[in-house]
Structure formats: C-alpha cells, structure tokens
C-alpha cells in the first residue's frame, strides 16, 4: 500500500480495532469520490470509524441523527426573508458544511427527508428556491442503517441505494479484538489519539490519480459480462445497472490506486465486486433459498476472468 494511505488505515485503527479490510475499502471509496452505506447491528463502531475517518484525513465533519422529524431544509438549508433588505437570503444546511457527512440511522428518517441527499450525493450540489449551491470538495456521506431494532425505520428506496458506491458490515470483532478495545477505553478515547496525516489537496491529487489509472478493455468485456449476467440470472428481478457497472469500475481503480498500480485487474474487479453490487441486486419474490451474496458468487464463477489470460503478467506496480 501507498505510504500516505497506510499512514491514514493507521491512525483509523487506533479507535477501530481488527477491521483493517473494512477500513481499506472505505478509502477507496474515498479515492473513487463515492459514498459509503454501513449496515450492521448497533454498537459495532460505525459512527467512530466515520469520525476517526474524518479526522485521519483532515475533514470537516457533520454528524446528522436522523429521526422522523428531521426535514429537508436541516439538510440543504432555506431562504429566509430579511426585513431590513427586503430580499431573501440563503441559510446553509448541514450538507453545506462538510467534507464527510455522518448520516447516522438513516432508514429512521422520512422518505422526502431521504430524498433530499440524492440530488447532493450524485451532482455535490444543493438546489433552494431554484438557487443551487455547490458543496465542499471533497464530499463523501457515510450512512448508516441497524439491521436490528426496525420500530420507525422504513426501507431505503432502490434509488437512493444505487447512489451508495458500496455497501459494508463491520461485524462483531474477533476475540483478540474485543480485548483490545475493552483494555484501550478504560481510561481513554482513542479518537482523541488520531491526528490528520493527509491534507485535502493531497486527497483530491490523489482521486485525480484513482480516476486516471487505465482500464484495459480486457477488464471493461469482464465488467459487462458480469452485469449482463446478474440480468439475466434466473433469479434475479433487478440487475446491475449502468452506474452500477460504473461504480465498480471507478472502485477497481481505487484498489489499483491503494496498492501502488495504474491499471486495473481482472482480481481487482472481484475483489470489491460482492461490496458494490451486493445492494444493486434484487432477487424475484419466489425465489426462497438463495441470498443476493450466493448469485454474486456464482456470477463470479461463472463468468471468465481476464486474468486466466495472462493479459496483465508483463505489467508493474508504479
């Protein structure tokens, strides 16, 4: 891995104990300017990873809870009237003061509420009264949702979902883990220890060189194959969509990129393939016995990898 960037999973993994791969993939979603859904139970340290993220990387922060009476002005802003001009000026929302926005628990809010985010995660801009804003550069969201505990949540529409370049879980930590982090919190908060090791124009050089790193048509056939086959598997009613096969594209790169290379492999694509699609598919109604996870394994299976060819074997990391 690039020193800058393990520099960065370093000073993440002193609050988030034994998730290194998690915390790796987030980055590169990062690299790729794309946005990040955390699904998972409570407790497992979604908001602190986001936090300690924020942090590592020098990103102005804003954390929304998300509830039912959240509305969209607190997200995009509004116009108020100014009596002593006559004219209505324009109020950010929390949208427009950050680089990182936290939305934790965001299946809690309503659904006008969630659409709010869509026009701010796909364009980086807010639009008020007709007016639009554009946000900080750069602008990630990280939202969250619990698996667990579903009283007042509602499901997130398939639109807003296909926005999300990805979709992880945390997951328990492992018993080594749990140890570490019970002996580390009994008189500290290791947030407190991370200190920014990247600045924002190095990040942004950084995205420039995630989406100039070369993709072979080789690897382009192997992307389209994949997303042909997800729609016409049998137990599929939704495939992967065009920005779906985008998505994983510009998260190939940014896997490349992590690991000091300027083109992408076919092992790249499989590599995040499950993380960016797994959100995308949707199974038919009658189908019972098999998860969205067992079509994207028999879709890697089934479809033939570019590497088998030895297409990239004269090739080197930069």
Do not use: W
């Amino acid at each position: 891995m690039r020193p800058q960037l393990e520099s960065v999973v370093l000073e993440v993994e002193k609050a988030i104990v034994g998730k290194r791969p998690v915390i790796e993939k987030i980055l590169m979603a990062l690299l790729s300017d794309g946005h990040v859904l955390l699904d998972d139970v409570p407790g497992v340290g979604k908001t602190t990873l986001a936090v300690s993220l924020s942090r590592a990387v020098g990103l102005s922060f804003q954390r929304i809870q998300f509830t039912p009476d959240v509305l969209p002005s607190d997200l995009v802003g509004f116009s108020m009237y100014e009596k002593e001009s006559g004219k209505f000026s324009y109020r950010p929302g929390a949208l427009n003061n950050a680089n990182l926005v936290l939305g934790d628990e965001i299946n809690r809010a309503s659904s006008k509420t969630q659409s709010a985010l869509l026009e701010a995660m796909e364009e980086r801009q807010v639009t008020v009264d007709g007016n639009t804003y554009p946000l900080k550069a750069p602008f990630l969201v990280i939202a969250t949702e619990n698996s667990v505990g579903t009283v007042g949540t509602q499901v997130l529409p398939y639109a807003q979902l296909d926005r999300f370049l990805v979709r992880l879980s945390l997951g328990y930590p492992d018993y080594e883990a749990q140890m570490a982090i019970l002996r580390n919190r009994q008189t500290s908060n290791p947030l407190d220890a991370i200190s920014p090791v990247m600045e924002q124009d190095e990040l942004l050089s950084m995205q420039r060189e995630a989406q100039a790193v070369t993709v072979r048509d080789a690897v382009l056939d192997y992307v389209t194959r994949l997303a042909f086959a997800s729609r016409e598997h049998a137990a599929v009613a939704v495939g992967i969509s065009p920005r779906g096969a985008l998505f994983l594209c510009r998260m190939a790169k940014a896997r490349a990129c992590l690991e000091g290379r300027d083109y992408v492999t076919g092992g790249d694509v499989q590599a995040v393939f499950k993380d960016v699609c797994n959100h995308r598919v949707l199974l038919k109604e009658s189908v019972r016995e098999t998860t969205v996870n067992q079509v994207l394994d028999e879709l890697l299976k089934s479809v033939d990898n570019p590497d088998r060819h030895g297409l990239f074997a004269g090739l080197r990391k930069q």
